[in-house]
């Protein structure tokens, strides 16, 4: 199917564990995000990625890790969880080209720290 | 402050006008978005205005844009139920670079 697919929708893990969100889009867009969502806060960019293996922090980035060997994917670990990082984790994907350039957004995935 | 600024809450009754406002800090900003999240989604661009533009109309729809004050907003038409939701603000981050900024969202209450 064509689009942007996270999974897991909804995971429960427990404090200290590493746990990995997968994003995947069919487009071969250039460009893949990582926010998070949270009451009060709005969108904050977690880590982005201009193209394969090029990958940089946005404003959260501490305790989460991302890599991007292929261009349709976009994994987001977190190394040790922690209750703060409960969360909804959106991935986004777009093309850079000049004109408006929309974000396509996956259905996010729903993160619980226990 | 934060690159772009939305108030939180707005509550009509149906078949009333909503407007939705937005500030944002960068002036060098191409191109100005709304997004709509419904509920359990993710976002989904609902409209957008260049920055040469004073205002866009797209049906129930009229993006309004004041430059000089960094002011953008959004005016629904004859409001629905089904147009409840959060609507974002959207501008790229300042510095020159192609990274959607979100304001924190603005939820929209539809009543009947």
């Known amino acids: 199917d064509a689009g942007i697919t996270q999974s897991p929708r909804y995971k429960i893990t427990e404090t200290g564990r590493q746990v990995t969100l997968m994003c995947h889009q069919t487009?071969?867009?250039?460009?893949m995000f990582w926010y998070r969502q949270d009451l009060g806060h709005g969108l904050r960019l977690i880590y982005y990625s201009a193209a394969a293996d090029i990958t940089d922090k946005g404003e959260v980035s501490d305790g989460y890790v991302v890599s991007r060997s292929k261009t349709e994917n976009f994994p987001l670990t977190l190394e040790s969880a922690t209750r703060s990082q409960t969360s909804v984790y959106f991935c986004?994907?777009?093309?850079?080209?000049?004109?408006?350039?929309?974000?396509?957004f996956g259905q996010g995935t729903r993160l619980t720290v226990v | 402050g934060e690159d772009v600024e939305q108030s939180l809450f707005l509550s009509v009754r149906e078949g009333d006008s909503s407007v939705i406002n937005c500030t944002y800090t960068d002036s060098s900003s191409t191109y100005l978005y709304w997004y709509k999240q419904e509920p359990g989604a993710g976002l989904q661009l609902l409209t957008y205005?260049?920055?040469?533009?004073d205002m866009k109309q797209d049906q129930r729809l009229t993006v309004l844009l004041n430059k000089k004050d960094k002011h953008l907003s959004l005016r629904i038409a004859d409001t629905q139920t089904g147009d409840s939701a959060i609507y974002f603000c959207?501008?790229?981050?300042?510095?020159?670079?192609?990274?959607?900024?979100f304001g924190r969202g603005t939820s929209l209450i539809v009543h009947p």
């Open positions: 959207a501008s790229p981050k300042p510095g020159g670079s192609y990274i959607p900024t």
């Open positions: 487009w071969s867009h250039s460009y």
């Open positions: 205005i260049f920055s040469n533009m």
């Open positions: 986004a994907s777009s093309e850079w080209g000049g004109a408006a350039t929309e974000a396509f």
